[in-house]
């Protein structure tokens, strides 16, 4: 095993109450609703039906739940993950099928 020094791990207590909330309900929460919304959503857009475009809608609620979650952790690659996934499509695809 390698060793990581101290300064880079963080203290037993910050691991500590970054499990808790890892562990916490909300959290929990937050990733199955995002899982439901993004399966939702993608069937919706998938099925090119007259509702297709409102499975953007979805994906928007999906990747904000998603964002909402890794910062709570401090999930920094999933942070900017779910944000740009967000931010850019997400976002131009409820300008450009649903409010047009």
């Not at 952790?73 to 740009?84: D, E, F, H, Q």
Request: charged letters at 15%; a positive charge.
């Amino acid at each position: 095993m390698s060793e990581t020094p101290l300064a880079l791990e963080g203290s037993e207590d910050q691991k500590s109450s970054r499990r808790r909330l890892e562990d916490s309900f909300f959290v929990k929460f937050l990733h199955f609703s995002s899982s439901a919304c993004a399966v939702a959503g993608g069937t919706m857009l998938a099925s090119n039906t007259e509702i297709s475009r409102y499975g953007f809608i979805l994906l928007a609620l999906s990747s904000s739940q998603m964002l909402a979650s890794s910062t709570m952790v401090r999930n920094k690659s999933l942070m900017v993950y779910s944000a740009s996934i967000f931010i850019f499509v997400d976002c131009l695809g409820i300008y450009r099928w649903v409010l047009q």
